[in-house]
C-alpha cells in the first residue's frame, strides 16, 4: 500500500482509505490500538440558539442508522484490527450510548477480554441543550485485550504514581480540547491530548506502535509521537488527513514539542509536592520523627495557603538542592499549625518564627523518583515551594 503521509523516520504514517479496507492489507502488528469510531449521533437536525439556527451535523459517516447497521460494521473493522493486533495486545475504544454497547458485544463475540470500562467525565462539559436529559458530561472508553488468556502490559505503577499513590480508578476527570490545540484546524469529533496521553503511558512502552482507525485529526499520533511511540493512522478524509499533517509538522520544533508535552502532562487534580530545604542535621530529624515544617510567620490573622495545598501528598527534603529524598504525607491535603514550643517538645529548635506549618509523614521508606529535577534556583532553593509530582516521576 502507498502511504498518504509518513515522517522521515517512519514514526508518523498515514493511510487514507476505509479502515477496514486498510486493514485487511496491512502487514505491521501493533501493540496497541485506539480507535475513536462514528457514534451514530447525526439526524439532520438543527437547534435554535439565541436566536439562531445550528446544526450539528459531523458528516455522513456520523449518520444514525439500524442497530443491524450498527453492529455489522463495528464487527467488521474490530475483526480487521484483531488481525494486526499482537497477541499480548489491547484495544481501546471510545463511545456513547449510541454505540459502546455494540463495540462491547462485538469485542466478546470475537474474542477479545473486555478489562476495563472508563468513564471519561469532561470536567468542563457544556450544558445540555434540552431540559428532558441529565446532563452529559461522559463518554466511555471500553479497554479489552487480543486474547482471554495472554497478558497484557499495564502500567498500574506509574497510575498510582500519577495519582498521588492510591489505584487509579475506571472514573477519569479530564477536561475537554483547549485552544492550543486548536492551532491547526478542528475536527468536529477531536479528543483532547490529555486523554490519550493518559492511555497511550497506561498501556504503551517507548517505541511501541499505536493504530488508530479513524485517525482525523491525529491527535493519537501527536500524543504517540510526543511520548516516544510510534504511530499508524487511517482516515477516510483528505481534510482530515492534512489537518494531522498539519499538527505534526507543528511538534517537529522541539521547543514546541517540549511545551506540548508539559500542558498534556497538566492534571487539574495532580497531586502536588512539598519541596522543603533542611539543613543536613535538621533533615535528618525530620525523617527521623515524620515531621516537616515550614515558617508561618507571626501573623494573629488568616493564613493564605497556596492554591494546589489541597492535593498535596508528598513531601521533599533536600539540603541546598541535594541528597533529595520524596515521602508520602500521611494524611493527603492535611496539615496543622503548632507553635515554635511545640516543635520543641518534639528535639527541634525553630528559630525564626513563631508559628509552623506542620506536615506529617510516613518516614519509614523512601518513594522511588524517576528524575530528581536540578533544585538550585539560586536564593530560592531555600524557599518551600509546591511542585506537580510529575516533575519528579517524569512525564514520559
Not at 496497541?32 to 439562531?52: M, T
Amino acid at each position: 500500500m502507498k502511504f498518504y503521509f509518513h515522517s522521515q523516520n517512519y514514526a508518523f504514517r498515514l493511510y487514507q482509505g476505509d479502515a477496514t479496507e486498510v486493514l485487511n492489507h496491512l502487514q505491521e502488528k501493533c501493540d496497541v490500538v485506539f480507535a475513536d469510531p462514528p457514534y451514530f449521533l447525526s439526524k439532520g437536525y438543527s437547534y435554535k440558539i439565541n436566536g439562531e439556527w445550528k446544526s450539528f451535523e459531523k458528516g455522513e459517516w456520523d449518520r444514525a442508522t439500524s442497530l443491524d447497521n450498527i453492529n455489522n460494521f463495528n464487527r467488521g473493522w474490530l475483526s480487521a484490527c484483531r488481525n494486526v493486533l499482537k497477541e499480548d495486545g489491547t484495544i481501546w475504544v471510545c463511545g456513547t450510548y449510541h454505540n459502546i454497547f455494540s463495540v462491547a458485544t462485538c469485542l466478546v463475540e470475537l474474542g477479545f477480554k473486555v478489562l476495563n470500562i472508563i468513564v471519561w467525565q469532561k470536567s468542563d462539559a457544556k450544558p445540555t441543550l434540552s431540559r428532558n436529559y441529565f446532563n452529559f458530561t461522559t463518554e466511555y472508553i471500553v479497554w479489552a485485550r487480543k486474547k482471554e488468556k495472554v497478558p497484557h502490559y499495564f502500567n498500574c505503577d506509574l497510575m498510582e504514581q500519577i495519582n498521588g499513590g492510591a489505584r487509579m480508578s475506571d472514573v477519569w476527570r479530564i477536561p475537554f480540547i483547549s485552544s492550543w490545540e486548536l492551532k491547526q484546524g478542528k475536527h468536529p469529533t477531536q479528543k483532547p491530548l490529555r486523554l490519550l496521553y493518559r492511555i497511550i503511558l497506561a498501556s504503551t512502552r517507548e517505541g511501541e506502535t499505536i493504530l488508530d482507525p479513524f485517525a482525523g485529526s491525529c491527535t493519537t499520533g501527536i500524543a504517540a509521537n510526543l511520548l516516544g511511540r510510534k504511530f499508524i493512522g487511517i482516515d477516510l478524509s483528505q481534510e482530515f488527513l492534512d489537518y494531522g499533517i498539519r499538527r505534526k509538522q507543528e511538534i517537529e520544533n522541539p521547543t514546541t514539542a517540549e511545551w506540548m508535552l508539559k500542558k498534556i502532562s497538566e492534571n487539574p487534580e495532580e497531586v502536588m509536592v512539598m519541596v522543603n530545604h533542611a539543613r543536613p542535621e535538621l533533615r535528618e530529624k525530620m525523617i527521623e520523627t515524620g515531621i516537616c515544617y515550614l515558617r508561618a510567620g507571626d501573623s494573629k490573622g488568616s493564613l493564605l495557603v497556596t492554591p494546589g495545598f489541597e492535593r498535596l501528598g508528598y513531601v521533599l527534603l533536600h539540603t541546598n538542592g541535594e541528597n533529595a529524598q520524596l515521602f508520602k504525607l500521611k494524611t493527603k491535603g492535611h496539615f496543622q499549625i503548632w507553635t515554635r514550643e511545640t516543635l520543641q517538645q518534639y528535639g527541634f529548635e525553630p528559630r525564626s518564627a513563631s508559628y509552623y506549618v506542620v506536615l506529617h509523614f510516613d518516614p519509614t521508606k523512601a518513594m522511588p523518583c524517576k528524575y530528581y529535577p536540578d533544585l538550585k534556583e539560586n536564593k530560592n532553593t531555600f524557599r518551600a515551594k509546591i511542585r506537580p509530582l510529575s516533575d519528579f516521576m517524569g512525564i514520559k
